[in-house]
């Protein structure tokens, strides 16, 4: 702990075929965004070409990290085939929930417009990347792709009722989400698209786009404070508040 932590100094693992979870979780993150690419992305891809595709942008994606590589070359290819057969399952289902959607934006920076009005001090930017953002006629889907095994993670983080007090990472993608939309939607769906075992279910969070949950108006703010409503921006206000004493 102390060398880790303190030092930041860190320990030698032996060699392994197991890439890092860090590092495999980018290479899958990379290969999704390059997979759904709204420039070049087709709905009507069927499975050979999904599969041709697949391949193409896992190969890409690993160029692309060339640099940022944390294991030797043979383990990332020896973890080639298994990524490549899991992500097969993962955009098959990925493309069949779409229903109609398309991708609108990938690999998308929250940036310093994002920020929130405190009762003290600067207003609070928060900071983030949207994997996917989907829209569809009058609905729009953010997908947060999770390469772990971690299911009671998955299931609390889109428990609506912890929206806001102890989740709050699908709650800002939703709400960041909103702010970059430029057609008017109805519904707002926030998804956990597990990677790591592909046969893992999806989790959601839904919302109507007029939620006041996301409301930012300070008028609105304050009286759902006064009323004890959830609102997502009073509780990340009072929780930098509580962190900030």
């Not at 934006?105 to 009005?117: D, R, S, T």
């Not at 926030?190 to 790591?196: K, S, W, Y």
């Not at 592909?198 to 300070?218: C, E, M, N, Q």
């Amino acid at each position: 702990w102390y060398f880790h932590y303190l030092l930041n100094l860190k320990t030698l693992s032996e060699p392994g075929w197991a890439l890092q979870a860090r590092s495999e979780g980018d290479w899958v993150h990379r290969t999704l965004a390059i997979f759904f690419d709204p420039a070049v992305f087709s709905p009507n891809w069927d499975p050979p070409a999904q599969a041709e595709r697949l391949e193409h942008c896992l190969d890409k994606a690993k160029n692309d990290l060339a640099g940022k590589m944390a294991s030797p070359p043979a383990v990332w290819d020896a973890r080639r085939g298994v990524l490549l057969t899991a992500l097969k399952q993962v955009v098959a289902s990925e493309m069949e929930a779409m229903s109609g959607a398309l991708p609108w934006k990938v690999e998308e920076e929250i940036g310093a417009e994002f920020a929130i009005e405190v009762d003290e001090g600067p207003p609070l930017s928060l900071r983030g990347r949207l994997d996917r953002l989907d829209h569809g006629a009058q609905h729009a889907v953010i997908s947060d792709y999770k390469h772990t095994g971690n299911q009671a993670g998955l299931r609390e983080a889109t428990d609506k009722e912890q929206a806001g007090i102890s989740q709050f990472q699908l709650p800002v993608y939703m709400a960041a989400a909103l702010n970059m939309m430029d057609k008017e939607i109805h519904t707002l769906t926030g998804r956990l698209v597990p990677t790591l075992l592909a046969s893992s279910k999806v989790r959601k969070l839904s919302y109507a786009a007029d939620d006041i949950f996301f409301s930012k108006d300070p008028i609105i703010r304050q009286q759902m404070a006064g009323e004890d409503k959830p609102n997502l921006f009073n509780a990340i206000a009072d929780l930098w508040q509580r962190l900030a004493s």
